[in-house]
């Protein structure tokens, strides 16, 4: 799965012009009473409902075998969904500073997991006042990962988060396209040994 799908050209150069003209109010999304709330050490993860959550948890899966998150994970027993989650998403986090070789002092991202791909449109629609043919994007006027619970890939979260991670490294916002490229790598060698 290209990056392309994730965050085509024109995305991003909305997404620049977004940075620059600081023409999003992401927090708006955030504010309703709708939504609940997973904190892990690296995010915070909003959500609707339990089955939201629980369908991102089913997507968030390592396979066997693969990259240490599995040690990781053995090591941190988890007592329910929630708990679980929160291990694989912090773990993944910290595999995508390992692959970036970023670690960057940052608050915690906050990953808004939108209910299906209605829902991301009109998400996208409402920040950029355009149609939406993405199936995630990272803003930083937030710090906000936008993805849809019914399409998740881990690729696709790692993706995001690397764009999370090198925003926060630089201090000047990154060139577009070298953001890309880091993100697009993030995903390339995430199971890399
Ligand atoms: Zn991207």
């Known amino acids: 799965m290209g990056w392309k799908r994730s965050c085509p050209k024109i995305a991003c150069f909305v997404w620049a012009v977004v940075q620059v003209l600081g023409l999003a109010s992401p927090a708006l999304a955030a504010q309703s009473d709708d939504w609940s709330i997973l904190e ?17 948890n089913a997507s968030i899966d390592y396979g066997p075998g693969r ?29 995508v500073q ?9 608050g915690k991202v906050r990953i808004l997991l939108l209910h299906d791909k209605k829902h ?53 916002s990154p060139p577009r396209v070298s953001a890309e490229v880091w993100s697009v790598y993030v995903e390339a060698h995430l199971f890399d040994d």
């Open 40 to 56: 892990t050490q690296y995010t915070r993860i909003q959500y609707l409902s339990r089955e939201d959550l629980r369908r991102f």
């Open 120 to 172: 991301l449109a009109a998400e996208y629609h409402r920040l950029f006042k355009a149609p939406c043919h993405i199936r995630s994007w990272y803003l930083h006027i937030g710090s906000t990962i936008y993805i849809n619970c019914k399409d998740v890939r881990v690729g696709i979260l790692a993706h995001e988060m690397g764009h999370a991670v090198s925003e926060h490294f630089l201090v000047f």
């Open 67 to 95: 990259w240490s998150a599995k040690r990781v994970l053995q090591a941190k027993p988890s007592t329910s969904m929630e708990d679980g989650l929160a291990n694989k998403v912090d773990a993944l986090f910290e595999r």
């Open 98 to 106: 390992e692959i970036l070789d970023m670690h960057p002092q940052m």
